[in-house]
């Protein structure tokens, strides 16, 4: 990769992990250990703040360009590459270790804070979950099931966040996550073109192959869309057919936030309201027969599901 673009990421406080791995401090780890405060994954499933670790194997590619996303894409920061041109893969195992110290780098930096919480500093030190969502596409990452087992049998649970243009490698997977989550970011092709950008042919075809495979996943599986002001916001009959299609566990209807790369391709104004969110959750779950279980105005995101309360995952 070229080095403006390597420089701009551990600017951004990214740690590299092996030749196209990274881990990043999530913004709610510090507001759990420092603020006693914790993300809405906690909230919903039982996943505790200071306990996660946010990584990607596939930092420099995607086979989306999605306007919202917070990722350095080709072409930004005047810096191009081929984000289909895949590496030579680092092994499962290399990926495993190389994270887990990143995050105990990361971890590093809270032993003489004052402010930090002592016994949540001391229990992030052994990390309970791994979210794969941090950039990129993960599914890319070629023996991503091998690489779900070996989190797996050091006891961490995981959330793989897919934007499903890769069905097969979903279909062929040998070990399924803890929870699996599926970008649903547009209601119908026209608007996926424009707002998800992809980079690959049949995309569109290839989500909504996706979609259907779900109801086969052992597996909570998730629809998250991804809501941007005046670009996906209407056409709720179309993403009702896609629900209705997969029929996921729950559905995430979120804000986009005005962060990272995204601030290159999107203002200020593209981030929508809690109320809009809202609103937007409220007319969904009129069209599909989810109610609303939860929300989190904090990151403006309202949970929907057809159970009475959502499955947690936090151990004793």
Same mark, same amino acid.
């Given at each position: 990769?070229?080095?403006?673009?390597?420089?701009?990421?551990?600017?951004?406080?990214?740690?590299?992990?092996?030749?196209?791995?990274?881990?990043?401090?999530?913004?709610?780890?510090?507001?759990?250990?420092?603020?006693?405060?914790?993300?809405?994954?906690?909230?919903?499933?039982?996943?505790?703040?200071?306990?996660?670790?946010?990584?990607?194997?596939?930092?420099?590619?995607?086979?989306?360009?999605?306007?919202?996303?917070?990722?350095?894409?080709?072409?930004?920061?005047?810096?191009?590459?081929?984000?289909?041109?895949?590496?030579?893969?680092?092994?499962?195992?290399?990926?495993?270790?190389?994270?887990?110290?990143?995050?105990?780098?990361?971890?590093?930096?809270?032993?003489?804070?004052?402010q930090a919480n002592?016994?949540?500093?001391?229990?992030?030190?052994?990390?309970?979950?791994?979210?794969?969502?941090?950039?990129?596409?993960?599914? *890319?990452? =070629?023996?991503? &099931?091998? #690489?779900?087992?070996?989190?797996?049998?050091?006891? !961490?649970?995981?959330? @793989? $966040?897919?934007?499903?243009?890769?069905?097969?490698?979903?279909?062929?997977?040998?070990e399924e996550p803890?929870?699996?989550?599926?970008?649903?970011?547009?209601?119908?092709?026209?608007?996926?073109?424009?707002?998800?950008?992809?980079?690959?042919?049949?995309?569109?075809?290839? *989500?909504? =192959?996706?979609? &259907?495979? #779900?109801?086969?996943?052992?597996?909570?599986?998730? !629809?998250?869309?991804? @809501? $941007?002001?005046?670009?996906?916001?209407?056409?709720?009959?179309?993403?009702?057919?896609?629900?209705?299609?997969?029929?996921?566990?729950?559905?995430?209807?979120?804000?986009?936030?005005?962060?990272?790369?995204?601030?290159?391709?999107?203002?200020?104004?593209?981030?929508?309201?809690?109320? =809009?969110?809202? &609103?937007?959750?409220?007319?969904?779950?009129?069209?599909?027969?989810?109610?609303?279980?939860?929300?989190?105005?904090?990151?403006?995101?309202?949970?929907?599901?057809?159970?009475?309360?959502?499955?947690?995952?936090?151990?004793p």
């Open positions: 990769m070229p080095s403006s673009l390597v420089q701009a990421l551990r600017k951004q406080r990214y740690h590299l992990v092996g030749r196209h791995s990274a881990v990043k401090r999530c913004k709610w780890l510090y507001e759990a250990i420092v603020r006693g405060r914790a993300c809405y994954k906690q909230k919903f499933y039982g996943i505790r703040s200071h306990q996660c670790v946010q990584m990607s194997p596939a930092l420099f590619y995607c086979t989306q360009q999605c306007l919202f996303c917070w990722r350095a894409q080709n072409g930004d920061l005047r810096v191009t590459w081929d984000e289909l041109q895949l590496p030579k893969w680092d092994s499962p195992e290399e990926i495993v270790q190389g994270s887990l110290k990143a995050q105990d780098r990361i971890l590093s930096g809270y032993k003489g804070n004052l002592p016994q949540k500093f001391r229990e992030a030190l052994t990390p309970r979950h791994v979210a794969i969502s941090l950039t990129g596409e993960p599914t *890319l990452y =070629e023996p991503i &099931g091998e #690489l779900l087992h070996a989190f797996h049998k050091r006891r !961490l649970t995981t959330f @793989l $966040v897919s934007n499903g243009t890769m069905p097969r490698r979903l279909a062929a997977l040998d803890t929870q699996l989550y599926i970008s649903t970011c547009a209601p119908n092709e026209e608007v996926f073109k424009l707002v998800c950008r992809p980079q690959v042919p049949d995309a569109w075809a290839k *989500l909504n =192959e996706t979609l &259907g495979l #779900l109801r086969s996943f052992r597996c909570p599986t998730v !629809l998250r869309m991804t @809501l $941007v002001r005046d670009r996906n916001m209407t056409d709720v009959d179309g993403y009702a057919e896609l629900v209705e299609k997969a029929d996921p566990t729950y559905i995430e209807a979120k804000a986009y936030m005005h962060i990272g790369f995204s601030t290159l391709r999107l203002g200020f104004e593209a981030m929508p309201t809690h109320k =809009e969110v809202q &609103g937007f959750a409220a007319r969904l779950a009129e069209r599909t027969g989810y109610r609303i279980l939860d929300e989190a105005p904090e990151s403006r995101v309202v949970l929907l599901s057809k159970r009475e309360k959502p499955i947690r995952f936090e151990k």
